[in-house]
T-cell receptor, first 113, second 115 residues
C-alpha cells in the first residue's frame, strides 16, 4: 500500500528554468514532509522539509509547497542547474510515528545545460 | 569524514547463505535504521533502533535481525538468504526520530545480489 506517490518517474528541464516535482499522499495523519535528493551510488540526502502547520517553506533555490486539502506537495527548484540532476524522493511521517518515514518512488530530474 | 558508513558496498552470495552488513555513524545520533530499496525503487523501513527500543516493521521476515553492539553501530544479519532478498539496503541515523530538526542521514547503500 503506497501511501506516498510520485507519479512522474522522470522530468527534464532546461538549465535556468524552474523544475517542479510533485508528490501526493493518502494518509491524512501525515504531518511532516521531506524531500531527499539522491545521486547514483549514494544514499539519499536531506534537502528540505515542511510541517503541516505551514503551506510553504523556502531554502535558497528550493521551495516546498504543501496543500493539505489536496494531500499534495511540490518541490520547486529555480533556477535549475545541471548539478541538480538526481533522483528526488518525497517522504512523509506522523508525529507519533516519527521514526517511520514513508517514501515515494522518486522522480529522476535531468537538467539540460 | 563519512557520517554514516556501511560495508560492504556490494555483496553477491548464493541462496541459503547467511550474511551481515555493517553500519556505523559518527554523528552522535541516538536512533539508527535499516531501509530496503527493492527493484521497484520502493524505499521501506525495516527497523528503527535506539538504546531503548527496537521497532520492527512487521512485514520483515524474522530471517533479518539487527544487532547493535553500541549506539554508533547497527549491523544487519540475514539468515538463509532468498532470491527475493536482492535489493539495496540503506542504513540511516537521526537524533530522536525523523521529524522536526533531525532528518535521516543515509549511508551509501549495500547492493545485495542473491543468486
Amino acid at each position: 500500500d503506497q501511501q506516498v506517490k510520485q507519479n512522474s518517474p522522470s522530468l527534464s528541464v532546461q538549465e535556468g528554468r524552474i523544475s517542479i516535482l510533485n508528490c501526493d499522499y493518502t494518509n491524512s495523519m501525515f504531518d511532516y514532509f521531506l524531500w531527499y535528493k539522491k545521486y547514483p551510488a549514494e544514499g539519499p540526502t536531506f534537502l528540505i522539509s515542511i510541517s503541516s502547520i505551514k503551506d510553504k517553506n523556502e531554502d535558497g533555490r528550493f521551495t516546498v509547497f504543501l496543500n493539505k486539502s489536496a494531500k499534495h506537495l511540490s518541490l520547486h527548484i529555480v533556477p535549475s542547474q545541471p548539478g541538480d540532476s538526481a533522483v528526488y524522493f518525497c517522504a512523509a511521517s506522523t508525529q507519533t510515528g516519527a521514526n517511520n518515514l514513508f517514501f515515494g518512488t522518486g522522480t529522476r530530474l535531468t537538467v539540460i545545460p | 569524514d563519512t557520517a554514516v558508513s556501511q560495508t560492504p558496498k556490494y555483496l553477491v552470495t548464493q541462496m541459503g547463505n547467511d550474511k551481515s552488513i555493517k553500519c556505523e555513524q559518527n554523528l552522535g545520533h541516538d536512533t539508527m535504521y535499516w531501509y530496503k530499496q527493492d527493484s521497484k525503487k520502493f524505499l521501506k523501513i525495516m527497523f528503527s533502533y535506539n538504546n531503548k527500543e527496537l521497532i520492527i516493521n512487521e512485514t520483515v521476515p524474522n530471517r533479518f535481525s539487527p544487532k547493535s553492539p553500541d549506539k554508533a553501530h547497527l549491523n544487519l544479519h540475514i539468515n538463509s538468504l532468498e532470491l527475493g532478498d536482492s535489493a539495496v539496503y540503506f542504513c540511516a541515523s537521526s537524533q530522536t526520530g525523523t521529524g522536526g530538526s533531525s532528518p535521516l542521514h543515509f549511508g551509501n547503500g549495500t547492493r545485495l545480489t542473491v543468486t
